[in-house]
C-alpha cells in the first residue's frame, strides 16, 4: 500500500484508528523474560516507527524493499554481561549486507545522527564473465589498483567481531554472523560456543554473566608472550580507527566441503575502518597460503593477475583430485570431500585499502561443479533421470532413503536441496511422494522467488 503524503511502502500489520495509522504488535515486541543462568532477564522491546523503517532502508542501507531487506532486532549480548542492543539489520546481500545500525544500548537509545553504523562482511564476487575459465576483461574500478593480494580461501562461516559504545563513550566488542545481529548457539550451529573456543576462551562458555569479551582479549593479546597472542587481533583492539576484524571460522568442529586438520579455528581476513568502511587484507596469517601482495599497473598487469588466478586454479584443481583418490571419495557436495576451496582475490589502492569494498572468489571447477546456487534445470534434469530409472527398476521414490541413495546425495547437499528436490517431484513431475506442501503455494512460491531474482539481477 502507497501512502499519498510521503510515498512511502507501509507494512501489511497496520490499521487506521480515528484516523491514525497504527502498527499492530508483532510477535516479539513484548518485553521478554528470559531465564539464562539462573538469572531473570529482561530483553527490552524496540518498536521503531514504521517512517524510521523507510528512512533506515532507504537512505542508510541503500536498499528498495523494506519490509525485506531491513530486520529491526533487540537482543541481549551475551558476550557484554547480557547487555542489551538494539537496531536494525541489513538483510540484503551485497557491499554493505549483514551491516547493522545500532540504535540504542543498555536501554539508552541514540539520538538519529548518533546511531552506530557497523559495516558487515562484504558478500565475495566473481572476477568471471560465465565460467571460471573466461576472466573479467577488466576489474571493478581498474584505474585505481596499484596492487594486487591473494589468500587461501577457508571454507566455513563469518564471524565478524566489532566494537560499539554506550552513550557515556564506553566500548565493547561482541560477533556477528552474517544473517544476524550476534552469535548464539541454535539449529544452525553453536556459532557462540564455538567462537570462543576458537578465542582460546573456553572457561566462558555458558558463564556470561559480568563476562565482557573486550576485557577477555586484551588479556591475551597485550601480552606478545602469551601462546595464544595474535598480531591481527591485537591490532584490532588498540588501533580506535579499526572497527571491526572479520573471521573465518572453520576445523573439524564445524565441518563444510573442505577437510581440515584442526579442530576449530577462526582465521583472520581483514579489518574495515570506522567511518568510511575501507577494507584492508590480514597479511601474513599464520599457516595461510597467500601470495603478494604484488605491483599492479592497470590494464598492463591484467593479464599476468588473471594468469596467476587461473594457475592457482590449476594447482587446486590438483590437491582436490589427488584428496579424493587417496580418500577413495567420489567427487561431490558434501563434508570433507575437498582439500582446499581456493583463494581470495583482493585488488588494493595506493593505501593498501581494497578497492569499492570488493573482493573475488577464485575456485577451480570441481569446487564450482558442486556449489550450487539454486535449484536450477541442471538439477531437475538429474532428478528426472532418476526417477525414470527408479521406476524401470520398481524402487519405491516415496522412501526418501532411497531416493537419497539413487540420487547420490550427503547429509549436506540433501539438507540444501532436500525440500527443493521433493517438491519437483511432487508437483511437475507429478509423482505422488506424500509431500504436504500445496501445489498452488508451491507455484506462488516460485513466483516470488522468480521476481526476487529479478529484483536482484536488477541491481
Given at each position: 500500500m502507497i501512502s499519498s503524503d510521503d510515498n512511502?511502502?507501509?507494512?501489511?500489520?497496520?490499521?487506521?484508528?480515528?484516523?491514525?495509522?497504527?502498527?499492530?504488535?508483532?510477535?516479539?515486541?513484548?518485553?521478554?523474560i528470559i531465564s539464562e543462568e539462573g538469572l531473570i532477564l529482561k530483553k527490552p522491546r524496540f518498536k521503531p516507527t514504521w517512517k524510521e523503517i523507510n528512512?533506515?532502508?532507504?537512505?542508510?542501507?541503500?536498499?528498495?524493499?523494506?519490509?525485506?531487506?531491513?530486520?529491526?532486532?533487540?537482543?541481549?549480548?551475551?558476550?557484554?554481561?547480557?547487555?542489551?542492543?538494539?537496531?536494525?539489520?541489513?538483510?540484503?546481500?551485497?557491499?554493505?549486507?549483514?551491516?547493522?545500525?545500532?540504535?540504542?544500548?543498555?536501554?539508552?537509545?541514540?539520538?538519529?545522527?548518533?546511531?552506530?553504523?557497523?559495516?558487515?562482511?562484504?558478500?565475495?564476487?566473481?572476477?568471471?564473465?560465465?565460467?571460471?575459465?573466461?576472466?573479467?576483461d577488466e576489474f571493478e574500478g581498474e584505474n585505481l589498483i596499484s596492487s594486487y593480494y591473494l589468500s587461501q580461501k577457508w571454507?566455513?562461516?563469518?564471524?565478524?567481531?566489532?566494537?560499539?559504545?554506550?552513550?557515556?563513550?564506553?566500548?565493547?566488542?561482541?560477533?556477528?554472523?552474517?544473517?544476524?545481529?550476534?552469535v548464539n548457539d541454535g539449529d544452525f550451529g553453536n556459532?557462540?560456543?564455538?567462537?570462543?573456543?576458537?578465542?582460546?576462551?573456553?572457561?566462558?562458555?555458558?558463564?556470561?554473566?559480568?563476562f565482557?569479551?573486550?576485557?577477555?582479549?586484551?588479556?591475551?593479546?597485550?601480552?606478545?608472550?602469551?601462546?595464544?597472542?595474535?598480531?591481527?587481533?591485537?591490532?584490532?583492539?588498540m588501533n580506535n580507527d579499526i572497527q571491526s576484524i572479520s573471521f573465518e571460522i572453520c576445523g573439524h568442529q564445524m565441518p563444510h566441503l573442505v577437510k581440515y586438520d584442526f579442530d576449530i579455528s577462526l582465521k583472520p581476513l581483514?579489518?574495515?575502518?570506522?567511518?568510511?568502511?575501507?577494507?584492508?587484507?590480514?597479511?601474513?596469517?599464520?599457516d595461510m597460503e597467500e601470495f603478494g601482495p604484488f605491483p599492479y599497473t592497470p590494464k598492463e598487469s591484467h593479464e599476468?593477475?588473471?594468469?596467476?588466478?587461473?594457475?592457482?586454479?590449476?594447482?587446486?584443481?590438483q590437491k582436490n583430485e589427488k584428496y579424493r583418490e587417496e580418500n577413495h571419495l567420489k567427487h561431490k557436495y558434501e563434508y570433507e570431500h575437498f582439500a582446499v576451496e581456493g583463494h581470495v582475490l583482493y585488488l588494493l589502492d595506493k593505501d593498501g585499502y581494497l578497492i569499492y569494498r570488493t573482493m573475488y572468489k577464485i575456485k577451480p571447477n570441481d569446487v564450482e561443479e558442486v556449489h550450487w546456487e539454486t535449484f536450477d534445470e541442471r538439477k531437475k534434469g538429474q532428478v528426472k533421470d532418476t526417477i525414470i530409472k527408479m521406476k524401470q527398476r520398481n524402487l519405491n521414490i516415496s522412501d526418501e532413503s532411497v531416493?537419497?541413495?539413487?540420487?547420490?546425495?550427503?547429509?549436506?547437499?540433501?539438507?540444501?536441496?532436500?525440500?527443493?528436490?521433493?517438491?519437483?517431484?511432487?508437483?511437475?513431475?507429478?509423482?505422488?511422494?506424500?509431500?504436504?506442501?500445496?501445489?498452488?503455494?508451491?507455484?506462488?512460491?516460485?513466483?516470488?522467488?522468480?521476481?526476487?531474482?529479478?529484483?536482484?539481477?536488477?541491481?
Open positions: 512511502t511502502l507501509k507494512p501489511e500489520n497496520t490499521f487506521t484508528k480515528d484516523g491514525v495509522e497504527v502498527e499492530k504488535e508483532e510477535e516479539g515486541d513484548e518485553e521478554e528512512n533506515v532502508c532507504y537512505k542508510i542501507f541503500k536498499c528498495k524493499r523494506p519490509k525485506y531487506d531491513v530486520r529491526k532486532f533487540s537482543i541481549l549480548d551475551k558476550l557484554n554481561n547480557f547487555q542489551n542492543i538494539c537496531g536494525f539489520l541489513c538483510k540484503r546481500e551485497g557491499k554493505i549486507g549483514g551491516s547493522l545500525l545500532i540504535a540504542g544500548v543498555k536501554e539508552q537509545t541514540f539520538e538519529t545522527d548518533k546511531r552506530q553504523f557497523i559495516f558487515g562482511t562484504p558478500k565475495l564476487k566473481y572476477a568471471y564473465k560465465r565460467n571460471e575459465n573466461e576472466f573479467v571454507n566455513g562461516t563469518n564471524i565478524l567481531l566489532f566494537k560499539y559504545y554506550d552513550i557515556e563513550g564506553n566500548e565493547f566488542i561482541s560477533a556477528k554472523t552474517k544473517g544476524m545481529p550476534t556459532f557462540l560456543t564455538g567462537t570462543l573456543q576458537a578465542l582460546h576462551l573456553d572457561q566462558f562458555i555458558g558463564k556470561y554473566k559480568n565482557y569479551l573486550r576485557e577477555a582479549l586484551l588479556k591475551i593479546h597485550s601480552d606478545k608472550n602469551n601462546e595464544h597472542y595474535n598480531e591481527h587481533i591485537y591490532e584490532f583492539l581483514f579489518v574495515t575502518f570506522k567511518e568510511s568502511g575501507k577494507i584492508k587484507p590480514c597479511i601474513h596469517v599464520k599476468k593477475c588473471v594468469e596467476h588466478c587461473k594457475r592457482l586454479q590449476k594447482e587446486s584443481l531416493l537419497r541413495n539413487e540420487l547420490d546425495i550427503g547429509d549436506k547437499e540433501w539438507g540444501k536441496f532436500g525440500k527443493d528436490i521433493k517438491k519437483y517431484i511432487q508437483f511437475e513431475l507429478n509423482e505422488d511422494i506424500g509431500y504436504e506442501e500445496k501445489k498452488r503455494h508451491y507455484k506462488k512460491s516460485n513466483i516470488k522467488n522468480n521476481t526476487t531474482e529479478q529484483d536482484d539481477n536488477k541491481e
